[in-house]
């Protein structure tokens, strides 16, 4: 008789993607060389108070000089697929105008490294590094002419890397840089407890102004998409790649389920939702008075070009949600403080979020396709022994999460690929270097880079293609 190990059985569908993924600023240095302009967030970062430890990206893990040595760790990792960023202002240093020629040679390098290691590209064209210029010039986000830029830019990259990067995320993540950059973000995590984030450029708009600000982001996205069906290759794939916030259901029921569903389309209705459904829901329309966005039917067309596939970054459950025969017919249930959490101080652990996330996305709109954009956790130290570095808690974690993630996959939901943040240790944003994310250990003195325990649970997973 045959025994079924529970490798065997939880294994994700064939062609399934074992990815990493990284971002510009976070791991590039290098931030004013070949003719790079300057980004808000090195502004940001270089203004005294605003990052732990007053850490910037200047240097960060010297990527820009490294990309050969990181190309091989990730192939021994196993690593089928790697998203990056590029970097808008290596490539035009005020936004629009002229390319540098230097620094789109530089992403050509590395998706030439990428393929010879046998790694598919993945680009994403916005990952919050702004070119200061378009801040200073026109208010960055606040203004359409930054969404027009970014679209010109985005054709003009998928132009020359077009012949052989085949899948673009437009933006990342819209409600960290749109709210926290230009309001601040509150997150509840649990009793009483809530946690501010700030990001780049550091504004503090109303409600009413960030409406506007939210409006623009999608716009952008939609131009994006049109230019790179204009400029790109035929059968090139886009998409975007956002921190949806999850309802998660207590309970699997229909009448659960549903108050989830009606949740997350709710919440995610200046992003997720108006990309997907080409309109504004009532209730977000009804919000801040009603005086803001100001947008047109033929905008609403733009943000909502047909997409190839939704990327989806899932780190934590936004909220959880029960039914209500009240309007809208959900109701928030609190968080415990004692509900379990990871290193950051955003981070609840809940790994069924990973189930979820897809299914309630496949179930509101029904994409051809998704990939988990982002998931992993920090951690503020290591524990190094006899040579090597253990990060147990990770492989917990991703165990945990890939466990759920199979679930869907096994339910048809249509995952098609996994990228785990982070490929190194890296700056991460208001926590600097205090806050490793990484498959892989930097030491951010000598910038020697050492895989950890997690590491290996990755390669096995990906060579298995199961949850090991
Ligand atoms: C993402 N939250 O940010 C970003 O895309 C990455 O650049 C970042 O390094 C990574 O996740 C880890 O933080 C997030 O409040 C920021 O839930 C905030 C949240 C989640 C992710």
Redesign the pocket.
């Known amino acids: 008789s045959t025994v079924n190990t529970g490798a065997e059985i939880r294994r994700f569908p064939d062609g399934f993607q074992w990815g990493v993924a990284t971002?510009s600023y976070?791991i590039e240095g290098a931030w004013d060389e070949d003719g790079k302009g300057p980004s808000i967030w090195d502004t940001y970062a270089h203004t005294p108070g605003n990052i732990h430890n007053d850490d910037n990206g200047d240097v960060a893990n010297d990527h820009y000089h490294r990309h050969h040595e990181d190309v091989d760790l990730m192939r021994d990792i196993g690593a089928t697929a790697y998203r990056f960023s590029v970097a808008w202002p290596r490539v035009f240093p005020d936004g629009a105008g002229a390319p540098n020629r230097a620094g789109i040679d530089f992403y050509d390098r590395l998706v030439d490294a990428l393929l010879a290691a046998g790694i598919e590209p993945y680009a994403t064209l916005y990952?919050w590094d702004l070119p200061q210029t378009l801040q200073d010039e026109v208010g960055g986000w606040q203004s359409k002419d930054t969404a027009k830029a970014f679209a010109d830019y985005a054709g003009y990259v998928s132009g020359r890397l077009g012949d052989r990067v085949k899948h673009y995320f437009t933006i990342?993540?819209f409600a960290?840089f749109v709210e926290g950059g230009y309001q601040g973000?509150d997150?509840k995590v649990g009793g009483d407890e809530i946690v501010h984030?700030g990001a780049a450029p550091g504004l503090r708009l109303s409600d009413s102004e960030l409406k506007q600000v939210r409006h623009h982001a999608v716009l952008g996205h939609g131009m994006a998409v049109q230019a790179i069906r204009a400029h790109g290759p035929a059968g090139t794939k886009i998409g975007f790649a956002d921190?949806i916030r999850v309802a998660v259901p207590t309970i699997d029921t229909p009448d659960h389920v549903a108050a989830a569903e009606r949740a997350t389309r709710a919440r995610n209705a200046g992003f997720m939702t108006v990309m997907l459904e080409g309109r504004y829901t009532d209730e977000y329309l009804a919000e801040a008075g009603g005086r803001s966005p100001v947008f047109t039917d033929e905008e609403l067309g733009i943000i909502a070009e047909p997409l190839d596939f939704v990327g989806l970054?899932v780190?934590?459950p936004g909220w959880y949600v029960e039914p209500s025969d009240e309007a809208p017919g959900y109701r928030d249930i609190p968080i415990n403080a004692s509900h379990p959490r990871m290193q950051?101080s955003?981070h609840l652990l809940d790994p069924e979020v990973l189930y979820w996330a897809p299914r309630l996305v496949q179930n509101l709109w029904n994409p051809p396709s998704i990939y988990i954009t982002?998931n992993?956790c920090?951690a503020s130290d290591v524990m190094a022994h006899d040579g090597r570095i253990y990060d147990s808690d990770r492989v917990m974690f991703l165990r945990a999460c890939l466990g759920q993630l199979q679930r869907a996959t096994s339910e048809g939901v249509p995952v098609h690929g996994y990228f785990l943040?982070?490929a190194q240790d890296n700056f991460?944003?208001m926590d600097g270097y205090g806050n490793r994310?990484g498959l892989v250990y930097v030491d951010f003195d000598t910038l020697e880079r050492t895989p950890k325990l997690s590491a290996s649970w990755f390669r096995e997973a990906a060579r298995r293609n199961a949850v090991v």
């Open positions: 971002s976070q990952h990342n993540e960290s973000v997150v984030l921190n970054n780190y934590k950051s955003w982002e992993g920090g943040w982070s991460e944003w994310f």
